[in-house]
């Protein structure tokens, strides 16, 4: 199943303090961010999205799925990967983008969320 940047970009408008932001100076790129963080980066009808990751995780991803995910332009060095929407799997995508929403969201803000879903 192929994934769609604007699948991802309703996950994150479905996490508090999500949101869409278009950045002119960089094409037809938008960003999803979290307040004024980004999380990931993508167009609609691309097929490619850039989502941010511990160096670690890149590694990990970068070693065990080659043919899903690269270093991102520009930002790889931080540990940012490029995912390639039509082989990713939805469900460790959205697991992806969740947690670069956690690593990027105010601690009270996940604690919150937590509570929540643990409620």
């Known amino acids: 199943m192929t994934i769609t940047y604007e699948q991802v ?3 994150v408008l479905d996490l508090p303090g999500g ?3 278009v950045v002119a100076e960089w094409g037809h790129s938008q960003t999803l ?3 004024d963080k980004v999380l990931a980066m993508g167009a609609e009808g691309s097929g490619q999205l850039s989502v941010k990751a511990s160096r670690e995780m890149q590694a ?12 991102a332009p520009y930002v790889g060095r931080f540990g940012w990967v490029r995912v ?10 959205r697991d992806l983008v969740e947690d670069a929403w956690r690593r990027t969201a105010p601690k009270r803000v996940v604690r919150e969320f937590d509570a929540r879903e643990d409620g």
């Open 9 to 11: 970009r309703e996950w």
């Open 19 to 21: 949101r869409e932001v």
């Open 33 to 35: 961010r979290v307040g």
């Open 60 to 71: 990990e991803l970068l070693d065990g799925f080659p043919e899903v995910y690269e270093k």
């Open 84 to 93: 390639d929407l039509e082989k990713a799997d939805p469900d460790d995508l």
